[in-house]
């Protein structure tokens, strides 16, 4: 009976723990439903040649990353020499995906800041967002050589990110 | 003159509240009635605090733009609504579907108002039975209606 004093505490310990955890949680990170699911198919035009396109069937049987940016997404900067970093380390090709974008604007950064993708492909109504779920870029898709999302990272990516996750992530994959 | 040039003016001004750009509404009024009751139950990821149907982001406009073309194709409301969540996961849904994982959403505050009432219930029944039962004497009761008649002369 004597430790009856401290039931309010051990509660208000609980609530603050409670509300660190939910204070510390992004949330804009939504889990997406598209984990171990096969990546969306679709065809789209590319950034560089409008004549010429890319289905991401093109890349059965490798690891590939697949990252939403634009030229209007100020994250999509600041994310931008980490990509570079990841296309530098070439263990595996980047794809872009530029999305809800104008070509010229697209490219005129590309030529500004360097390109790290092996081609863009050019969603510019963001019809293969939409399949894709994105809704906020830039986000990072990591897909495996059987053409399923394995990976989906929401924001900016981080040399932090690349080396404690991705990374490994990446070797692992490409093991099996 | 001075007349005319201020009708003139009355009525540019009108084309001008009259110019704002409206949100491009599908041609018939049934598409755009079930585009509301369905977007009105889900939820905009760019701004989660409005629904689809509410939101002005860029986004929530594509989506209401594929919502009404699925609409079009004949797609029935759950069909739509799955196609939303394929995409994005049960969060887009304001009304979660009932499940293991979302078992503690739905009944929890239950279980936390029946866990309110048992602790009421126990205390209540725990002062009454600490309370000491006090029987009056009769000398008891002549110092009560002493005092109360006291106090009805002060009053009256």
């Known amino acids: 009976m004597k430790a009856k004093f401290l039931i309010p505490l051990i509660l208000f310990v609980g609530l603050v723990v409670f509300l660190a955890i939910g204070l510390n949680r992004d949330p804009h990170e939504v889990p997406s439903p598209l984990i171990n699911k096969s990546a969306p198919a679709f065809e789209v035009s590319q950034l560089a040649d409008a004549n010429k396109t890319f289905s991401p069937a093109s890349m059965k049987g490798q690891v590939w990353i697949l990252n939403v940016w634009a030229s209007w997404c100020v994250a999509c900067r600041e994310e931008h020499p980490v990509l570079v970093e990841l296309a530098k380390s070439q263990i595996a090709p980047v794809i872009g995906l530029d999305y809800k974008d104008k070509r010229e604007d697209a490219l005129a950064m590309l030529a500004k800041q360097g390109n790290p993708y092996l081609l863009s492909a050019f969603d510019g109504n963001g019809r293969v967002g939409i399949d894709y779920g994105v809704y906020g870029v830039p986000e990072t898709y990591i897909i495996d050589k059987a053409g399923v999302i394995r990976f989906k990272h929401i924001g900016p990516l981080t040399m932090d990110l690349l080396n404690q996750k991705i990374y490994p992530m990446l070797s692992e994959l490409k093991k099996s | ?156």
């Open chain 2, 1 to 156: 003159m001075r007349l005319i040039l201020l009708i003139a003016v009355c009525l540019f001004s009108l084309g001008s509240v009259f110019a704002k750009d409206a949100a491009p509404l599908a041609d018939d009024p049934v598409t755009e009635q079930r585009l509301i009751s369905i977007s009105e139950e889900m939820r905009c990821l760019v701004c989660q605090n409005e629904s689809l149907a509410g939101s002005r982001s860029d986004l929530a406009n594509d989506l209401r733009r594929e919502i009404r073309i699925l609409i079009k194709e004949g797609k029935s409301d759950d069909q739509i609504r799955s196609f939303m969540v394929e995409r994005y996961g049960d969060f887009v849904l304001y009304r979660p579907p009932v499940k293991p994982v979302t078992w503690l959403l739905w009944i929890g505050p239950f279980v936390i108002l029946g866990l309110g009432i048992a602790g009421l219930l126990m205390y209540l029944r725990r002062r009454d039975s600490s309370l000491p039962n006090v029987t009056l004497t009769d000398a008891d009761n002549q110092k009560i209606d002493a005092l109360l008649n006291a106090s009805d002369k002060k009053e009256g």
